[in-house]
């Protein structure tokens, strides 16, 4: 059964019948100035009574564009990803396809049920139980009273909550609301999940049921649209991608792709060099507490920079340092951190882990970590370096950026696994 939206600006019936969302040339813009913006609300409201046409595609003063132009489809069963960076827009799409703004400009075509988990309780009454929320809610999605009754104890079951299902929601942890919430959305069983990051919270077994049901659904033919910094999770689960920067569609296409270039977007990103060498200035001897680093990067095994490591293939990462003394047990230490996902620390190791004690001499000194092969996967990330003896540190280096890339399909991995392939004939 289809139905339309006039309100909402939401036309159902698509022309495929495989396609149950169809977003064409949404735009919408906010103003920055709060009084500013309910006076344009108010002579809107007047045009619209008057019968005139509002001038939606253009900006007023202090006004600017959320989304501008984003056009994509989505298919039965299909799953798209959203990146970008925060203020990118992502959020403002989700809640145009959701009805819960208008858009200035453009229309949404839907076909079947919508349920929205941008925020996983959101919708709950903190005054109502966990049982009347339930009937709240899912009514909300879209189900009759009988439906609700019969997924009423399955509902239940999956947010494992019966001991306090007749208490009020105000009294259950940020963890019990997450799971009624999204035991709630799932069990309406839609044509299209908008999924905005609510998949981080909760505890680890309840992710994984929430991921379970997810599959299910999706083998089902429910449709998804996720929006999650993490890198991981968008290529793991969705088909395709959609790049956003500041309201703007950058690219639409495979998800690798995308999410490629949106870390290298990233990476590069406010700075004049995220890649390459890294160059500092050595300090004088009354700055310095014995040892400067003066340059960090990553060099083949023929001494030759790279400004781009490859994953699985070799690459030395080089510290030069500037030694006023002698240094009999110096400490390397590397953290790397991912630019991509909640900047989560890949790799950590030292020199002293190793049982490698360095002894650096007066004057230029070069330290090598040597790697057999880069296990790092493509993406943007972030290292810290550090040089000390014991408790005394001697210089460090806070951020030192990089991408990784790759000539093979590898970005799905968490990690590079150097291998070979073998065939034994018994």
């Not at 919408?28 to 500013?36: D, E």
């Not at 309910?38 to 959320?66: M, N």
């Not at 990553?298 to 030395?316: H, V, W, Y």
């Not at 890949?346 to 070069?366: C, H, M, Q």
Request: proline share 4%; charged share 25%.
């Amino acid at each position: 059964m289809t139905t339309e939206l006039r309100n909402q600006e939401i036309t159902i019936q698509p022309e495929d019948s495989e396609v149950v969302l169809s977003v064409e040339r949404i735009s919408k813009k906010f103003c920055r100035n709060l009084r500013r913006s309910l006076l344009y609300g108010v002579q809107d409201i007047a045009t619209e009574l008057s019968g005139g046409k509002r001038t939606s595609a253009k900006l007023r003063s202090q006004e600017f564009w959320a989304l501008k132009d984003v056009s994509f489809q989505l298919r039965r069963g299909e799953a798209v990803g959203l990146v970008g960076s925060n203020g990118a827009g992502k959020s403002t799409l989700l809640r145009i396809i959701s009805g819960l703004i208008n858009p200035d400009t453009g229309s949404v075509k839907i076909r079947g049920r919508l349920a929205p988990l941008i925020a996983l309780g959101a919708g709950f009454n903190p005054i109502l139980t966990g049982r009347e929320n339930i009937y709240a809610n899912m009514s909300i999605l879209g189900l009759s009273t009988k439906e609700i009754k019969a997924k009423f104890e399955e509902v239940v079951d999956f947010a494992e909550i019966w001991e306090a299902i007749d208490a009020p929601v105000q009294n259950y942890s940020s963890g019990m609301a997450a799971r009624l919430g999204f035991a709630c959305a799932v069990h309406t069983e839609p044509d299209i999940f908008l999924i905005d990051e609510v998949l981080s919270v909760g505890d680890v077994k309840f992710k994984m049921k929430c991921h379970r049901r997810l599959a299910k659904l999706r083998e089902n033919g429910t449709a998804f649209v996720l929006v999650s910094h993490n890198s991981h999770s968008i290529l793991n689960i969705c088909n395709t991608a959609i790049y956003l920067a500041k309201g703007q569609l950058i690219t639409v296409g495979e998800t690798e792709a995308v999410v490629r270039k949106y870390e290298e977007d990233l990476c590069l990103s406010g700075m004049e060099k995220a890649t390459g060498p890294l160059i500092l200035p050595k300090k004088s001897p009354d700055e310095s507490f014995g040892l400067d680093i003066t340059l960090v990067c990553f060099k083949d095994a023929q001494g030759n920079i790279l400004e781009t490591p490859m994953s699985g293939e070799p690459a030395n990462l080089c510290v030069e340092c500037f030694a006023h003394k002698y240094i009999d047990n110096a400490n390397l230490g590397v953290v790397v951190k991912s630019l991509s996902g909640e900047n989560d620390r890949v790799l950590y190791f030292t020199s002293a882990s190793d049982n490698e004690f360095l002894k650096i001499s007066p004057g230029n000194t070069e330290l090598q970590i040597q790697m057999p092969y880069c296990c790092l996967i493509p993406g943007a990330y972030t290292a810290k370096i550090y040089i000390k003896s014991g408790v005394c540190s001697f210089d460090v280096v806070e951020s030192f950026r990089f991408t990784v890339q790759a000539d093979k399909t590898i970005s799905r991995c968490l990690f590079y696994q150097p291998r070979t392939w073998k065939v034994i004939s018994k």
